[in-house]
């Protein structure tokens, strides 16, 4: 018996639908790194009002020819909630659409420490991207993560070893998401009252630590990353950071602290 038979149109088209939206999904992220690499949420910050299609389009210097293809991204990323429309008048005192940001595309602005372009620049790339296309493989294989599978078994992080490049904007990217902890970790004081000192392992550049170090001086912060991710800087009275293999050691200390986003962890098991 077909499985589907007492189905009627509607539901068969909302089925086909749910799965478009499925299959697609990798447009809204990708049409989210066309927004930061055009610069756009900066673009319309500095225009200081919604903008309209033609000045977004004279302001981005693109080929006005394209100025079709600009509308139909913008349309897909107001859909998504990066960014929203408000009414403005033209010259001639017509009421036109105009794009403005939503709190979500503030949080690309280059002045602030919490600007998350790395971050999408980061995820979006091919580096990353690329071993999701090997997952049926990795089930297959004896590889620890996909990226091994896509990658000849070279593991992630040695190939972030060898690309100082990547690495870095990689490295901006956790450090950025890390700003984002500055809201929160005052209120958090019940969790670190009565620590001497904490290790941050896999502390990226020590962005969450330094928070940690500046709001809560008593304690003695430490970041252990890898050789090619710590930060060549002084230590200071409260915070230090030490090159290491955290599965060869971790120094001694009150408390141990493992930050990671949880997509990105979710990520991490499998992919990378
Ligand atoms: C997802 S990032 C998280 C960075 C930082 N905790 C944050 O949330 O911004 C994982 C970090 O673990 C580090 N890492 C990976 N393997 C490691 C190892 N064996 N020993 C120490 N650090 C390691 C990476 O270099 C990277 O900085």
Redesign the pocket.
Known sequence: MDPIQNEGAKEMFEAQAHLFKIIYNYVSSTSLKCAVELDIPEVIHKHGRPITLPELVSALEINPAKADGLFKLMRLLVHTGFFSTANVQSAQQQQEEAYALTLTSKLFLKDKPYCLSPLVLTLTDPVFVNPCHFLSRWFRDNELSAYETANDGTVF?DY?AKNPDFNSIY?QA??S??QLANLIVKDCQPIFQGLGSLV?????TG??ARIISEAFPGIKCTV???PH?VPKVPDTDNLKFIA????QSIPPADAFF????FG?LIA?EILY
């Open positions: 992080w972030m490295n956790m450090a998401d890390s941050d392992v896999g502390g990226g962005s969450f252990l990353d890898l991710v290491g293999d955290m599965f493992f930050k990671v986003s990105i991490l």
